[in-house]
């Protein structure tokens, strides 16, 4: 069942290289198979059909489940319906809330308004330039260790770029000095977290109250008392040690001020520093992972690609203000975007019964906008499959609405960090593409995996080769 597109269906010619996708079902699988498949990868469950729907709906146990597919149908529901579905999905609070408590990533209602009001700005777009100089730096740190281990080397790119972004993430939540201090701690914890949260919440799936109690594997109680132990320990430290004068998000958040002017408590400070770290690092890792390896099986791209950062850049290093100058670099970030979105999935519960599309949603409805659909959506894109960064390049004509293309989801819940994100992305692109060209080991099978996040599986191998 777990079929995909065979080798041979992957085009020679560079401008239509086809990624690889799990099979498509012809007819929906019965229920059973289908949270099965779910549970192991939930971009497996797709019939042909289900990409050009508009809406579509599904009684899973004692759920209504509802999936919006069209620009006008994701508009209705994140942004006209925001008040009644800025719920996150039961499981997605469940599966969270031992870690970031009432972090914004999963509150919602008044403390979401207050905590997006306090913490949104903290890492706006305004806010980037400032933490550029770390990007930067961090990077050039992962260009040196690449540029060490000799040409040709093998390296997991998937890893390389986990361990770049949680560096980065790391120095500008908490400063240089002690980002360098607790990164691999501060990974090694989310990462066993992630290992042991469920995919499927079937207490939620069956409807089952929010009071009621829910089952804890003692390997999550155990990785979120490290996870909270390391963050309590450098909010302490972060007085002594800050870096004078310099970004970082902790100093933003304690000394943030909420409207009546009161600060964020410690255990506010430390939610919304977990939120920050898990909703920043591995959405950008898996976008550059999936770029590497796009570009990989895409000469065509590459030498555009190349082209523009030697051209624009002339062998020096990118610096914020040249980030605005490399649109084909922004345009293949934004095309792996759309073909491997990090969060494949944006689920959210109706707090109150509401219309969308024209049809009435009982409370408790799960709502979702599933950018693996939409993305590849064949009523919306060109060729929907197919790697082509052009079709993001400024004046290109056929880029769906701003409600077709959501990455970082839309409406009032949209990413926090999108400018942050993008920036990173962009900057980690240009300096590493300017030194090195990476090539998938031959015979790998690379195939999307969801887990909570969308990934080019557990690994990428790939090899590392100078290019000047
Ligand atoms: C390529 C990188 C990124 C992608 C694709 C991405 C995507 C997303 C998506 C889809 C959501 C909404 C999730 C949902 O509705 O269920 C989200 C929320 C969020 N993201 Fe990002 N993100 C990225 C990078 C970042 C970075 C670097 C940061 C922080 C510096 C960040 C901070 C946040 C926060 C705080 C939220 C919660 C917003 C709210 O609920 O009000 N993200 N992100």
Known sequence: MDQTVPVAAVSETPADFIPPFPFRHERTPPIIELMGLARRNFLSIWTRGNFSSRMMTQQVLRRMMVICNAPDVVQEAFQTHHVELQRKSPQMRHALAPLIGDGLFISDSETWARRRKVVAPIIHGSRVPGFAPIMIDTIEDQRNAWMARGDGAETDALADMAHLTAEIICRTIFGRQLGKNYAHEVVEGFSEYQRHIDQVDL????????????????????ATARILGVLDE???????????????????????????????????IRNEAAVIFMAGHETTANTLAWTW????????????????????????????????????????????????PPVPILAREAMAEVHVGGRKLPKGTILMVVPWLLHRNPLLWDDADAFNPDRFMPGAQGRPSKYGYVPFSIGPRICAGLQFGMTEAILSLAILAQSFDLRLRPGTDVQPVCRLTLRPGDALPMTLHRRR
């Open 293 to 340: 390896y796009l570009l990989s099986q895409s000469p065509r791209v590459r030498e555009r690609l190349h082209a523009e950062l030697d051209s624009v850049l002339e062998g020096a290093t990118p610096t914020f203000r040249d980030v605005a100058r490399l649109p084909y670099t922004r345009a293949v970030i934004e095309e792996s975007l759309r073909l491997y």
């Open 203 to 222: 207490a939620a799936m069956l409807g089952l109250p929010e009071w009621m109690p829910r089952f804890r594997k003692p390997a999550v109680r155990r």
């Open 234 to 268: 450098i909010i302490d430290s972060y007085q002594t040690l800050k870096d004078n004068g310099e970004a970082s998000v902790i100093g933003g958040l304690l000394e943030a001020r909420d409207e009546d002017g009161k600060p964020l408590s410690r255990e506010a």
